[in-house]
């Protein structure tokens, strides 16, 4: 089995988050065929008001990637591919200046970048991980072995489901993860047919429905990591991450309970 281990974003906490990412990379490699690729926007500074983070990256936090295949790419003020112009044509769904939106269009940028080089490989299944999480337990390999036979299948986490589908990682079948990884193509799109602008998780939701994945959730955590050591304080009770709306506590639900 041919399992891509795709790690994206940006590197806030390596010192905490890395040590076992790696430690599971190599516990894959006894039992899979394992190909780690990797984009990670390149900063110094790291200035998001919606987590209260404001420091200076050190140049060290990418000093780990010597050992894996990808790119590391400097971080522009917004990634080229998308229209800045219409983002700010809709409402800014954080109110803080529009800092959130253009955080998650480098995120998306990310994605799409590393996607593409996971698409080199044709893997059986590819778990997508944020470099910047601290995660509580990873997939065992008969979930790998479930995606493998399933390819249709994205399995995210039941938690922090707000409006949308949680976006934190996932872990995807063959014929499903360019549909979470490449969603940022589907922005304009959102635009045009949403009103309340540009949000991560209803994003996703649109992206994985309209490739007609089989959306299913895990239990495994991940925290994520602030001003390099801060741990955020997470909520991970699924009961209260339904959403607002029917239909989408109805997804939840669905997903939550359905087998895989």
């Not at 690729?37 to 936090?61: I, K, M, Q």
């Not at 790419?73 to 809709?90: A, K, T, Y």
């Not at 193509?185 to 994945?213: K, M, T």
Request: net charge positive.
């Amino acid at each position: 089995m041919k399992v891509a281990v795709a790690l994206f974003g940006i590197p806030r906490g390596y010192q905490i988050t890395i040590p076992p990412i790696r430690k599971f990379i190599a516990s894959l490699e006894l039992s899979c065929s394992v190909h780690v690729r990797y984009h990670l926007n390149r900063v110094a500074r790291v200035d998001n008001p919606l987590s209260h983070e404001h420091y200076l990256l050190p140049e060290t936090a990418f000093d780990w990637c010597a050992e894996f295949q990808g790119e590391i790419e400097p971080q522009p003020p917004v990634p080229p591919e998308f229209d800045w112009n219409l983002v700010l044509s809709r409402p800014d769904p954080n109110r803080d200046g529009y800092k959130s939106a253009r955080n998650l269009l480098h995120q998306l940028h990310s994605l799409g970048r590393v996607t593409a080089m996971v698409e080199e490989v044709q893997p059986d299944a590819v778990l997508f991980l944020r470099a910047d999480l601290l995660y509580h337990s990873f997939p065992e390999p008969p979930l790998l072995e479930i995606l493998a036979a399933r390819p249709r299948l994205c399995i995210v986490p039941e938690w922090q489901w707000w409006y949308g589908i949680n976006d934190r990682f996932a872990f995807c079948g063959r014929e499903i993860y360019s549909a979470w990884g490449r969603r940022g193509e589907l922005v304009p799109r959102f635009l045009q047919r949403r009103r309340g602008g540009l949000h991560g998780e209803r994003l996703l939701g649109d992206a994985l429905r309209a490739a007609g994945a089989r959306i299913r959730t895990t239990p495994i955590r991940a925290t994520r990591i602030r001003d390099q050591d801060r741990q955020h304080e997470e909520n991970f009770d699924p009961r209260a991450t339904r959403g607002a709306r029917p239909l989408q506590r109805l997804r939840h639900f669905l997903a939550l309970h359905l087998p895989l």
